[in-house]
């Protein structure tokens, strides 16, 4: 159980134009999940929170224009990167907290490898 | 903000050693987690462990949360636990630490 589905794999598209990542509980709902960008060789840094029905939660220093994020449904997050430039090149994650497995802690998805070119 | 810190930043054992990886916070939290990080990227869930200890075969954490940190224990390391350790903690959001890089060699 608790699990986490992320799409695409890895993307790469054309600078100056738009990706969406897909971020999918499979088996539970989850009212908050969460976005992370981590740079080669580098910590996962928390880029935004994501509330089902209402607007994102935007850590400091993270564009909420650049990186729109919707949470339409209990089970589903996007995160749009928009105007894409090379320097968002960067591996996304997404996690949720299955509530109902209280004991396993946040669950990942398997990641999306961005290059822009 | 809450701040993690993990050492060692690298370790390199021999196949059979064994090793502990630690985790120092600075807050009271009522999240933990370890994490290993394979190849691909993918965050393995290795642990959630808030408080107390914890066995998985060969591995193994305790969490002292009086005291902010915790630690993973590996035993007689194989090949295929290299990769790169994270601890995350937190209360609503997780915090990664900067990791630790296992290499085992043969």
């Known amino acids: 159980g608790a699990v986490v589905s992320q799409h695409p794999s890895w993307v790469i598209c054309k600078s100056g134009t738009s990706v969406k990542i897909e971020c999918r509980s499979l088996d539970f709902q989850a009212t908050t999940m969460f976005w992370y960008r981590q740079f080669p060789k580098q910590s996962l840094m928390l880029m935004a929170t994501?509330?089902?029905?209402?607007?994102?939660?935007?850590e400091q220093g993270v564009e909420k224009d650049k990186f729109l994020i919707n949470h339409a449904s209990l089970t589903l997050s996007t995160l749009t990167v928009t105007s894409a430039h090379p320097e968002d090149s960067s591996f996304y994650i997404c996690?949720?907290?299955?509530?109902?497995?209280?004991?396993?802690?946040?669950?990942f998805g398997s990641g999306t490898r961005l290059t822009v070119v | 903000g809450i701040q993690v810190e993990q050492s060692p930043p690298d370790l390199i054992l021999q196949e059979g050693a064994n090793s502990t990886l630690r985790c120092n916070f600075s807050d009271s939290v009522n999240n933990l987690q370890w994490f290993h990080q394979n190849p691909w990227g993918q965050l393995i869930n290795l642990f959630y462990?808030?408080?107390g200890t914890k066995q998985n075969g060969r591995l193994s954490a305790t969490t002292v949360a009086t005291e902010r940190y915790s630690l993973l224990y590996i035993s007689s390391s194989q090949t295929t636990d290299s990769g790169v350790y994270f601890c995350?903690?937190?209360?609503?959001?997780?915090?990664f630490g900067k990791g630790t890089k296992l290499t085992v060699n043969p």
């Open positions: 995350a903690v937190g209360s609503e959001k997780l915090v």
């Open positions: 994501s509330n089902e029905g209402s607007k994102a939660t935007y």
């Open positions: 462990i808030p408080s």
């Open positions: 996690s949720a907290r299955a509530w109902v497995t209280a004991n396993y802690g946040y669950t």
